[in-house]
């Protein structure tokens, strides 16, 4: 399994170097995603391996964490509107997901239901497992979004970004692997962050703990002011790979007719998704002020880690996008059961 790992590594840092060559947003993780998809498709002996995956995923939870600094809480306030916005968001979300599969994907209603939440793809599998849902079809479906919503969501807000020109540290999320120097204060914080962090997101049995824990540990370092580092780029490029060929690698053993149809039902749900989205970004900037293309990216049905990316790599506040994924999270896996069990199997 290491072997196909490394092997998938190796070709997602082709992948991703062609992006970056070719300038596309976000090059290290959709470079790596599309290789390792069409790997995967044809059947090359590559495959995502967890016991490697969490020590990228670690690295890019610091990252994610530093995006956060003491003038942010500042800002704070600005933020209750879309926060408080983001449930009825996520139920008109879910509304329409839920009925699409139901009516147009022909799913039975647990299924249905499970693959419409805008979740993760752990939490919902395993609630749909323990209701009746087809946990595969489940997994694939949401799968399949994330992986259209983290290929076309960076184009579409590029788009509407055109003229954001990043920091030296962002910049350096989307450049060529370089020999930055890594000095020991840089080594004690950032392996510090993700080793402290693992291990409380461990014990605290956090969703996708290997993620959640560096990036809290990270984030309260830096909101504290207690530094200011940043990881180099070379081991965010690296990260990022391993994101990207982590996504890629979810293809793995799908037959063509499988693959097809999962890619056609989750681009009907995805275009719904965005659709209501951008609908709610463009209101919520108009009714606060706030950037629709920031608000489009806190709303956006993809994960936590990759939308963070993607504001990053724009240079738009990546804190703002965190929290509001973070919120996301907790209100689907408080409310997808709840409402399950309120309604019986949706209908």
Same mark, same amino acid.
């Given at each position: 399994?290491?072997?196909?790992?490394?092997?998938?590594?190796?070709?997602?840092?082709?992948?991703?170097? #062609?992006?970056?060559?070719?300038?596309?947003? #976000?090059?290290?993780?959709?470079?790596?995603?599309?290789?390792?998809?069409?790997?995967?498709?044809?059947? #090359?002996?590559?495959?995502?391996?967890?016991? *490697?995956?969490?020590?990228?995923?670690?690295?890019?939870?610091?990252?994610?964490?530093?995006?956060?600094?003491?003038?942010?809480?500042?800002?704070? @306030?600005?933020?209750?509107?879309?926060?408080?916005?983001?449930?009825?968001? #996520?139920?008109?979300?879910?509304?329409?997901?839920?009925?699409?599969?139901?009516?147009?994907?022909?799913?039975?209603?647990?299924?249905?239901? !499970?693959?419409?939440?805008?979740?993760?793809?752990?939490?919902?599998?395993?609630?749909?497992?323990?209701?009746?849902?087809?946990?595969?079809?489940?997994?694939?479906?949401?799968?399949?979004?994330?992986?259209?919503?983290?290929?076309?969501?960076?184009?579409?807000?590029?788009? !509407?970004?055109?003229?954001?020109?990043?920091?030296?540290?962002?910049?350096?999320? @989307?450049?060529?692997?370089?020999?930055?120097? *890594?000095?020991?204060?840089?080594?004690?914080?950032?392996?510090?962050?993700?080793?402290?962090?693992?291990?409380?997101?461990?014990?605290?049995?956090?969703?996708?703990?290997?993620?959640?824990?560096?990036?809290?540990?990270?984030?309260?370092?830096?909101?504290?002011?207690?530094?200011?580092?940043?990881?180099?780029?070379?081991?965010?490029?690296?990260?990022?790979?391993?994101?990207?060929?982590?996504?890629?690698?979810?293809?793995?053993?799908?037959?063509?007719?499988?693959?097809?149809?999962?890619?056609?039902?989750?681009?009907?749900?995805?275009?719904?998704?965005?659709?209501? *989205?951008?609908?709610?970004?463009?209101?919520?900037?108009?009714?606060?002020?706030?950037?629709? @293309?920031?608000?489009?990216?806190?709303?956006?049905?993809?994960?936590?880690?990759?939308?963070?990316?993607?504001?990053?790599?724009?240079?738009?506040?990546?804190? !703002?996008?965190?929290?509001?994924?973070?919120?996301?999270?907790?209100?689907?896996?408080?409310?997808?059961?709840?409402?399950?069990?309120?309604?019986?199997?949706?209908?």
């Amino acid at each position: 399994m290491i072997l196909r790992f490394l092997a998938a590594l190796a070709l997602g840092a082709a992948g991703g170097a #062609l992006f970056w060559a070719v300038g596309a947003p #976000l090059p290290w993780v959709l470079g790596a995603m599309i290789a390792c998809a069409a790997g995967s498709i044809a059947r #090359l002996p590559i495959a995502a391996s967890s016991a *490697t995956r969490r020590p990228m995923s670690a690295v890019i939870g610091v990252v994610l964490g530093s995006a956060f600094h003491p003038g942010l809480m500042t800002q704070a @306030a600005e933020w209750i509107v879309p926060i408080a916005l983001l449930p009825l968001f #996520l139920a008109s979300a879910a509304f329409l997901c839920v009925i699409y599969f139901r009516r147009v994907a022909r799913f039975d209603p647990p299924t249905a239901y !499970f693959a419409g939440m805008p979740g993760g793809i752990a939490e919902m599998v395993l609630m749909g497992s323990e209701r009746g849902a087809d946990e595969r079809m489940v997994g694939l479906i949401h799968g399949a979004r994330i992986f259209l919503v983290v290929f076309i969501l960076p184009f579409l807000i590029r788009a !509407f970004e055109a003229d954001v020109h990043a920091p030296p540290f962002v910049t350096a999320l @989307a450049a060529p692997v370089t020999t930055e120097a *890594t000095g020991w204060p840089l080594l004690f914080w950032g392996l510090g962050c993700a080793v402290v962090g693992s291990l409380l997101g461990r014990t605290l049995r956090l969703p996708a703990w290997h993620l959640m824990g560096p990036l809290f540990v990270s984030a309260l370092v830096h909101l504290t002011g207690l530094s200011d580092f940043h990881i180099p780029a070379w081991a965010v490029a690296a990260a990022q790979v391993g994101l990207g060929a982590t996504i890629g690698c979810r293809f793995v053993g799908l037959d063509l007719a499988t693959l097809a149809r999962t890619l056609l039902l989750a681009a009907g749900s995805t275009a719904i998704l965005l659709v209501i *989205t951008f609908g709610w970004a463009f209101a919520i900037g108009w009714a606060t002020g706030l950037n629709p @293309a920031l608000v489009a990216l806190a709303y956006s049905p993809g994960g936590v880690a990759e939308m963070s990316m993607v504001a990053l790599s724009l240079s738009l506040e990546a804190g !703002f996008v965190i929290v509001h994924h973070l919120v996301r999270v907790m209100l689907v896996i408080v409310g997808a059961p709840l409402s399950f069990r309120i309604m019986g199997a949706p209908r």
